[in-house]
C-alpha cells in the first residue's frame, strides 16, 4: 500500500482555536482524497473529499481542505473549532482500484 | 441512506476459537471491505471483495479468511484465534463507479482472551 502520513498524533485546543491538521501521501499519480472522522462511539463518516478541480474543498461542520500537488498534502482547516469537534480524524487517499489507504489518525481534543 | 450494520458491537473470544464477522449492506453495493482499526496505525486493509464470490487480499490477510455468498453479506472470518487480533474491525462498503466513497458499519469490538 501506498503511505499516508499525518503529521500530529493527539491535538489539544481551546474552543474557537483555529485547527489545522496535516497529511501527505507518497504516491505521485492520480489520486482521490478524503478526510474521514469518528466521533466518540460512532462509525466513521465522510468529512469531506476531492476528486478533482478546484482544489480548496468545503466539507460539511465547517471543514475545508486544500489539496496542493506540488506537496502532496491534503491538510485539512477550520477556522473556529467547538467542544462537539472532538474526535478523530483520518486522512484516506485512493490509489487505484477501489481501495483506500489511511493514515494513523489524529485525535483532536478541544476543551470547553 | 447507506446502511452499513455489523453483527456485533462487542465479542469476546478465546484463542484457538474460530470467529465469525458479519457485515450487511442494504445498497446493492459491489465492493465491500473488511479493515481493522489500531490506535497508531490507523484502519488497515485485511480483504475486499468487488462481487459475490471473489476476493482480494489486503495489506494484512495473515490469519484471516472471507466469504462472500451474497452481494448484500460479507463475513470474516478468523480460523483460529490469537490475542494479537485483538482489535476494532470495521466494514465497509461502496458501489463500483467513479465515487469512491466508502460507507462504514459501526465497528466490532473484539478481545481475544
Known sequence: AQSVSQHNHHVI???????????????????NLFWYVQYPGQHLQLLLKYFSGDPLVKGIKGFEAEFIKSKFSFNLRKPSVQW??????FCAVNYDDYKLSFGAGTTVTVRA | DVKVTQSSRYLVKRTGEKVFLE??????HENMFWYRQDP?????????????????????????SVSREKKERFSLILESASTNQTSMYLCASNPMTADIEQ???????????
Do not use: H, W
Open chain 1, 13 to 31: 485546543l481551546s474552543e474557537a482555536a483555529s485547527l489545522e491538521l496535516g497529511c501527505n501521501y507518497s504516491y505521485g499519480g492520480t489520486v
Open chain 2, 103 to 113: 460507507f462504514f458499519g459501526p465497528g466490532t469490538r473484539l478481545t481475544v482472551l
Open chain 1, 84 to 89: 462537539s469537534d472532538t474526535a478523530e480524524y
Open chain 2, 40 to 64: 497508531g496505525l490507523g484502519l488497515r486493509l485485511i480483504y475486499f471483495s468487488y462481487d459475490v464470490k471473489m476476493k482480494e487480499k489486503g495489506d494484512i490477510p495473515e490469519g484471516y
Open chain 2, 23 to 28: 457485515c450487511v449492506q442494504d445498497m446493492d
